[in-house]
C-alpha cells in the first residue's frame, strides 16, 4: 500500500537520528517496479492476443506454408513482440510468479522433465507443453535447425513438432495453445498487484538472471538454447539486459544512498559504479554479436575445459566474455557487485 500522507512521526525520527529513510525507498520502488512491469505485461498480453487473432482459421485442411505465408509471418512477428515483452520482465517476474513463469516461458525439454516418458503427444491442446516456447517449436517447425531436432529426439516423451496438418489441429492452434498463453498472461496481469512484490525476491532474480547469462550462452553447445526453434537467443539475452538494467535503475537511488556496512568492502556508490560498468561489459560482449541467433559453438565445446582454439571461435569469445562479466566469484563482476548491493539493501536475504 502506498503512502500518499505526509511522512508520519517514526520516519522522521529515523532520519533525524541520521538512517536513511529505508521504508520510503522500498514503497518508491514498489511503485515503479509495479507500473514499469505492469506495461510490459501489457504488451506482452496485446501481443499474445495478437497472436491468437493471427492463426490461420483452415477450412477441411492444416496450414499450408504458401497458401498460409502471409499469417504465419504475421504469427510469427506477434510472437517476437510478445518475446521481447516477456524477456524484459522476466528477472523480476519469474522468481515471485514461479509457476505462471513456467507456464509462460518453460523451455521445451523443461516440460518433458515433467511429463515423464510418454511426454505431450498433442501439442496443440493447451496442455502439457504450453507458452511461448511451445508456439515457437510449431510455428518454425520447418526451418527448425537439424541439430536441435536431433537433439531433442533423444529425449523421453519427444514428440516431434509440425505445422498443424488438419482443421482440428489448426483450431486447436489458435483456440486452444495460443488462447492458453493469453490465458496465463491475464492471470499474470490479475496477481502483479504492489502486494505481490516482494523487492528482496524480486532484486535476487534481476541477479540471477545475470549470473545465469554464462549457462543461457553455453546451452547452444546443447543445442538446448532457449529460442532455439526461431534462432533468436542472442536477442533474448539483449532483452534479459535491457530489462535488467530498466528495474535495476529503479533500485539505484537507493543503493546509492548506502554507506559502508560492516564486512563490506565498498560503499553503495562504489557497488553502483561497478554494477554499472558491469552491464557495459556484457552489453559490449552482446553488441560484438551481429544478429538474432548466438554464433555456432564449435563441436568440441565443453564449458568445464574449453580449448584455447575453441575459446578463439566467435562463440568461444562471446562465452568467454559472459563467463568473466558474470562471474560470482570476480570481485570486478557484475554479479559481485549485485550480491554486494543486495546486502546493503537486504541484509541477510541475498545468496550467491
Known amino acids: 500500500m ?3 500522507a505526509p511522512i508520519t512521526a517514526a520516519l522522521v525520527l529515523l532520519a533525524a537520528c541520521g538512517q536513511p529513510d529505508d521504508t520510503a ?3 518508491k520502488i514498489v511503485e515503479g517496479m509495479h ?5 510490459e505485461i501489457k ?6 492476443e495478437a497472436m491468437k487473432t493471427a492463426a490461420p482459421v483452415t477450412q477441411g485442411r492444416g496450414w499450408d ?13 506477434r510472437w517476437y513482440e510478445a518475446r521481447t515483452a516477456y524477456e524484459h520482465i522476466e528477472g523480476a517476474v519469474a522468481p515471485l510468479f514461479g509457476e505462471i513463469d513456467g507456464a509462460i516461458d518453460e523451455r521445451y525439454d523443461g516440460f518433458l522433465e515433467g511429463l515423464g516418458a510418454t511426454g505431450d503427444q498433442n501439442l496443440f491442446d493447451g496442455e502439457g507443453v504450453t507458452g511461448m516456447h511451445g508456439i515457437e517449436r510449431i510455428l518454425w517447425s520447418d526451418t527448425t535447425p537439424a541439430s536441435v531436432k536431433q537433439k531433442e529426439a533423444t529425449l523421453p516423451g519427444n514428440k516431434p ?3 498443424p496438418s488438419t482443421e482440428a489441429e489448426a483450431a486447436d492452434f489458435k483456440n486452444k495453445l495460443c488462447a492458453q498463453l493469453v490465458t496465463d498472461i491475464g492471470t499474470l496481469e490479475e496477481q502483479w498487484t504492489p502486494a505481490k512484490i516482494d523487492l528482496p525476491g524480486a532484486y535476487q532474480g534481476l541477479k540471477d538472471l545475470m549470473n545465469e547469462q554464462r549457462e543461457k550462452v553455453n546451452n547452444a553447445s546443447n543445442n538446448l538454447e532457449e529460442s532455439r526453434y526461431s534462432q533468436r537467443t542472442m536477442r533474448d539475452l539483449r532483452d534479459n539486459l535491457d530489462g535488467t538494467k530498466a528495474i535495476y535503475a529503479l533500485f539505484q537511488p537507493w543503493i546509492i544512498t548506502k554507506p559502508k556496512a560492516a564486512g563490506e568492502e565498498h560503499s553503495g556508490k ?3 559504479d561497478l554494477i554499472s560498468q558491469g552491464f557495459d561489459q556484457v552489453a559490449a560482449a552482446y ?4 544478429g538474432d541467433a548466438i554464433p555456432a559453438p564449435p563441436a568440441t565445446w565443453s564449458a568445464e575445459a574449453p580449448s584455447a582454439a575453441d575459446l578463439q571461435t566467435p562463440f568461444g569469445k562471446l562465452y568467454l566474455k559472459i563467463r568473466d562479466a558474470t562471474d560470482p566469484a570476480s570481485e570486478t563482476s557484475v554479479v559481485h557487485g549485485m550480491d554486494h548491493a543486495g546486502e546493503l539493501m537486504f541484509p541477510g536475504t541475498q545468496q550467491q
Open 65 to 77: 506454408a504458401t497458401t498460409d505465408a502471409a499469417a504465419i509471418s504475421d504469427l510469427k512477428a
Open 161 to 163: 513438432a509440425a505445422f
Open 2 to 4: 502506498y503512502r500518499s
Open 270 to 272: 562504489e557497488l553502483d
Open 35 to 39: 507500473s514499469s512491469l505492469l506495461a
Open 43 to 48: 504488451k506482452l498480453k496485446v501481443a499474445a
Open 287 to 290: 553488441a560484438e554479436v551481429s
Open 25 to 27: 525507498q522500498k514503497e
